[in-house]
């Protein structure tokens, strides 16, 4: 039976999670094919330029941490 308490459904998950990663052997081939395609993601951005498309990476993940960042502020402050 499934459980509704989300606490307890993350808790799940994170033991899912660990026990499918601990089972593979090559971590490196089971995430090939993700990195190859947002790589591909980004280069189609920048309409095939590898330069531009590095760039686009950059902004991409510094926007992530930005968002990251003020979502760590927000818990700090009480505001969740």
Known sequence: MASSDPEDRATIGRIGAHTSWGNTADRTARTSAGRAAMAQK???????????????????????????????????????
Do not use: N, T
Not at 55 to 62: E, G, L, S
């Open 42 to 80: 980004f280069l189609d951005q920048a309409d095939g330029d590898p330069v531009r498309a590095e760039h686009i990476k950059k902004a991409y993940y510094q926007q992530l941490a930005r968002k990251s960042a003020q979502a760590r502020r927000r818990k700090a402050s009480g505001a969740a």
